[in-house]
Nanobody
């Protein structure tokens, strides 16, 4: 079965950086688009960044453009999100997602807190 496991969250000061990683298993590495979402307390879950099967055409939510970078390593079945210049408003539970065919799979989430 498809499984996504995130890591790399934590608590940082504003202006610092974090790198989130997501290991995807149970699906061939070049057959899914991947993305990162986040959900802050009291808010809807929102898309942050996405990337296609080959690792190209990244797209970003406006508030993270120029600060966050999504990438993938298909040899390691890993999708990463490098987050620089973090702001307090980036505080949220971050989820990795993979789209396989018509089905979206989710990780369990990793907390990012910026103070």
């Amino acid at each position: 079965h498809v499984q996504l496991v995130e890591s790399g969250g934590g608590s940082v000061q504003a202006g610092e950086s974090l790198k989130l990683s997501c290991v995807v298993s149970g699906v061939p590495d070049d057959t899914y688009c991947a993305g990162w979402f986040r959900q802050a307390p009291g808010k809807e879950r929102e898309g942050v960044a996405a990337i296609n099967t080959a690792g190209g055409n990244p797209v970003y939510e406006d508030s993270v453009k120029g600060r966050f970078t999504i990438s993938r390593d298909n040899a390691k079945n890993t999708v990463s999100l490098q987050m620089n210049s973090l702001k307090s408003e980036d505080t949220a539970l971050y989820y990795c997602a993979a789209i396989v065919g018509a089905t979206m799979y989710w990780g369990q989430g990793t907390q990012v807190t910026v103070s």
